[in-house]
Nanobody, 115 residues
Framework: QVRLVESGGGLVQAGGSLRLSCGAS????????MGWYRQVPGKQRELVAT???????NYGAPVKGRFTISRDNAKNTVYLQMNSLKPDDTAVYYC?????????WGQGTQVTVSS
C-alpha cells in the first residue's frame, strides 16, 4: 500500500507565494511521473504540472512561468512552488504519482488566494 501526504496549502493574498509538498511512503520501488492537479467545484480536475523521473517537466497553460515543480527522489517527494498567485488559482490541489502499473492520488490540500 502507498500513502501520500500533502502539505503547504492555505490562504494567501494575490501576488503571494506558497509551496506545496507531497511525500509518498509505503511499498515503493520506483516512481515514474509525479504531478499536481487542481479542481474547483463544478469543474473538471485540471493539470497543474508534472515531472518525470528524469526531471522533464510539463505545465498547464494557466501556471506557466509562475509555478515550478520539482522532486526529491531520495525522499519520494514532489514539490510545487507557486509564485505570483492569483484568485483564479484558488482550488483544491491534488498530488498524483505513477508507479509501474499503479496510480495514486493524495487527499488534496486547499489553496485560497484572496484579491
Amino acid at each position: 500500500q502507498v500513502r501520500l501526504v500533502e502539505s503547504g496549502g492555505g490562504l494567501v493574498q494575490a501576488g503571494g507565494s506558497l509551496r506545496l509538498s507531497c511525500g509518498a511512503s509505503g511499498s515503493i520501488f520506483s516512481i515514474n511521473d509525479m504531478g499536481w492537479y487542481r479542481q474547483v467545484p463544478g469543474k473538471q480536475r485540471e493539470l497543474v504540472a508534472t515531472i518525470t523521473s528524469g526531471g522533464n517537466t510539463n505545465y498547464g497553460a494557466p501556471v506557466k512561468g509562475r509555478f515550478t515543480i520539482s522532486r526529491d527522489n531520495a525522499k519520494n517527494t514532489v514539490y510545487l512552488q507557486m509564485n505570483s498567485l492569483k484568485p483564479d488559482d484558488t482550488a483544491v490541489y491534488y498530488c498524483r504519482i505513477v508507479l509501474p502499473g499503479f496510480v495514486y492520488w493524495g487527499q488534496g490540500t486547499q489553496v485560497t488566494v484572496s484579491s
